[in-house]
């Protein structure tokens, strides 16, 4: 994330932006849509659309980079934006909490995934939850939770890939996905958003926040194998999950320099 912030900009002249294509199948009786999009990377590669840049990074060492266990690790060199990314979480949470929305959400259980050190488990969901899961798929950092989260609303602390990830059916009123989505393929983004949805339990919702291009088009950041999607490419993958889309807001008050921050309610 440290170098896709110090790179944007760089990379962003590099995409030639034309819009999302709307293909129209072969097949005159489907008429169905095909998303694709362009992309960059940061060694300069510009990728034509989805199908290229997954046939050459969809495979195992796309999971295995790591960064430091601090919070200035997990916000890559970012983290005196903590205040206001709490501030904007608790403002986005309230609405779901307080039932302004409609249906009212429960506040029993909820699961951090992605969860680093535990930072959005601390100052986010121990506060309004009653019980918090941690999901966390290096183990270093969830031996780190593990030491700053000595609260006895701790429930599991899950040493587990997301992409690899069993989740028990009906479980969570909320599951929250913060800055960890861009490291999943976008195969294994649409099939874990898919068993959260069977993990939720009634009236609950899924969380997503996470950086998105200011424009269409992608771009990977090559040192820590990720994807910086933008909002329609987030969308199209909402849509084959199957979820509907409740709740949009950009994050309030991040420094100019990072890329928007988008907070999108699922169910
Ligand atoms: C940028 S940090 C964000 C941490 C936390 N969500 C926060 O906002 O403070 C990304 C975290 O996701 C973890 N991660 C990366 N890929 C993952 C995966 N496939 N499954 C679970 N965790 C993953 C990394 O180890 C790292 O702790």
């Not at 200035?72 to 302004?100: C, P, Q």
């Amino acid at each position: 994330m440290r170098n896709l912030l110090s790179l944007q900009l760089k990379f962003e002249i590099f995409l030639w932006f034309d819009h999302q294509k709307l293909c129209i199948a072969a097949d005159p009786f489907r008429m169905e849509k095909t998303f694709d999009e362009k992309g960059a990377d940061s060694e300069g590669k510009k990728y034509k659309g989805l199908q290229e840049l997954w046939q050459t990074e969809d495979k195992p060492e796309w999971y295995s980079k790591a960064v430091d266990a601090t919070v200035d690790g997990m916000l890559g060199g970012f983290a005196h934006i903590t205040t206001e990314d709490v501030k904007g979480s608790k403002m986005f949470l309230s609405e779901f909490i307080s039932g302004k929305n409609g249906k009212k959400m429960n506040t029993t259980r909820a699961l951090d995934c992605g969860a680093g050190i535990g930072r959005v488990t601390k100052n986010l969901l121990l506060p309004l939850f009653d019980r918090v899961d941690l999901l966390e798929q290096n183990e270093a950092f969830v031996e780190k939770a593990r030491e700053m989260l000595k609260d006895e609303k701790m429930g599991n602390f899950f040493a587990k890939g997301m992409q690899d990830f069993d989740f028990t059916e009906n479980r969570y009123d909320l599951i929250w996905i913060q800055w960890v989505a861009g490291h999943l393929s976008d195969k294994d983004f649409v099939e874990f958003f898919r068993r959260c949805q069977k993990a939720l339990l009634p009236d609950g919702i899924i969380v997503l926040k996470e950086n998105t291009t200011r424009k269409d088009g992608f771009i990977v950041d090559k040192t820590d194998s990720s994807i910086t999607r933008s909002d329609s490419h987030l969308r199209q993958l909402f849509t084959e999950t199957g979820l509907k889309v409740l709740q949009v807001k950009v994050q309030p008050n991040f420094p100019k320099e990072l890329f928007p921050v988008r907070m999108y309610a699922l169910q």
